[in-house]
Every structure is written in C-alpha cells, then in structure tokens.
C-alpha cells in the first residue's frame, strides 16, 4: 500500500499477558523500523529490517521483546509477560532501500499501536 | 551518545504569526536530519537536509541546516491554525544503520 499500516490501534493487556503488534510497509520498501513513544517522549529506536533480516537490534530489550519480518506478511513485534512501564505508542516506519540519495533515511510513519498494560 | 535538543519545547502564537523552532544536535557519522509533524497519528514527513546552507521550502514552510554550527531550524510563515501540532526533529547517523535519534519536539499551538 502507500501508507505505513499498523494493527491493532489499541490493544489492552493485563500483566504479564502476552502481546503482538503488527506492521505493513509500504510496498516497494525495504527497511522497516520499530519505535517507543513513552508518554508522548522522545522516540526511542527498537530495532529495524532490512527485508526479512534483522538491521540493527541496539535498541530492544534483551528479554520479553521479539520481532520478525517474514516474507508476504506483516513484520510483527511480540512482547512477552507485559509490564506495566511496556505501555506506550509503538510506531513502525519503513523506507526505500534504492532511489535518490538519502531515500533510506527517510523514514514514513504508520499510526502507531497504544499498548496500555493495566 | 547521540543527542537531539529542541527549543522551546511549547510555543503558543496567534494566526498570522511566524514561527522559527530549533534543533541542535551532537551525533556520530551525521547522515541527515529530517522534521516530521505529529498530530494525532502518525508523524507525518516534512523534510529532509543533509547539505548546509541549502533551504528547502514547501508551501509556507521552509528549513535550513548549518553542519557547522550542528543545528537546523524550520520556519512557519502566517500560520494557521492547522499547523498546531507536534514537530520533531530527528538525525539519521551512526555509519549505515539508518535509526533515527529524535528530540522531544517542539508543541505549537496556533490560536485564531
């Protein structure tokens, strides 16, 4: 599609309770970027895909946090046994791989998932 | 550690106003920096710099980027109250990795 799409655009979970988050890119985009938006704070970088490869994993969580990118299917992000400081905006973004200089550092936002962790 | 610092972090202006907000920053292997507005949803892209001195403009919104200095600033003319919003400044850096480093942005409330 044209447009970054996320699903759910909320999702409630009890502690402890498993959760999954899901991203469509942009067709024809390569890269695929996931971010923490705590409380309306600065984003903080996750993790990202270069098609189904991990990128750069710098920013996850050690434990609890996992992510993939499959082919012909959404790229999800789980989190396993949710805390309650897990609740936040998740955004994912996805960018060109070929094109003008700088298309992989432009980065198109899909609308994000709330997670409240209750 | 990569840092991106905003300024103000909130501004209350009256339609018709012009607005300059700021963002300095102190990266490693600077690539770019981008502006993106945030309303409700998703950020929405605004622009991208990557050479200094080289202002880019769209409608009634323009940015410029001083490599020197590390700094950008994107200016609103005769807002409206439409432009009310969220705007984030981010830097891809780091060699090849692509991430963004955001600040915290910068609220703008235009007022009729």
């Known amino acids: 599609g044209e447009e970054v799409a996320q699903t ?6 009890g502690e ?18 996931w971010y923490q938006q705590v409380l309306k704070n600065e984003f903080k ?8 490869n991990v990128f750069d994993e710098t920013g ?3 434990e609890r946090f996992s992510a993939k990118c499959l082919p012909n299917s959404p790229c999800s ?3 396993q046994a949710t805390k309650l400081e897990d609740s936040a ?6 960018s060109q791989l070929g094109g003008l200089a700088g298309a992989r550092d432009t980065q198109y936002f ?9 | 550690e990569d840092k991106v610092v905003q300024s103000p972090l909130s501004l209350v202006v009256h339609e018709g106003d012009t607005v300059t907000l700021n963002c300095s920053y102190e990266v490693t292997n600077f690539r770019s920096l981008l502006w993106y507005k945030q309303e409700k949803k998703a950020p929405t892209f605004l622009f991208m710099l990557t050479s200094s001195g080289i202002e880019k403009k769209s409608g009634r919104l323009s940015s410029i980027l001083d490599k020197k200095e590390l700094f950008s600033i994107l200016n609103i003319t005769a807002t409206q109250t439409g432009d009310s919003a969220i705007y984030l400044c981010a830097v891809s850096s780091g060699g090849s ?9 910068t609220l703008l409330t235009v007022n009729p």
């Open chain 1, 89 to 94: 905006v998740y955004f994912c973004a996805s």
């Open chain 1, 8 to 13: 759910p655009k909320h999702l409630v979970r």
């Open chain 1, 77 to 79: 992000l789980e989190i």
């Open chain 1, 60 to 62: 996850m969580p050690k």
């Open chain 1, 110 to 118: 899909g609308p994000g998932t709330r997670l409240t962790v209750l």
């Open chain 1, 45 to 52: 970088f996750l993790i990202s895909f270069q098609n189904e």
């Open chain 2, 97 to 105: 990795n692509y991430k963004l480093t955001f600040g915290k942005g």
């Open chain 1, 16 to 33: 402890g309770q498993k959760a999954k988050l899901y991203c469509a890119p942009i067709k024809g985009h390569s890269y695929v970027f």
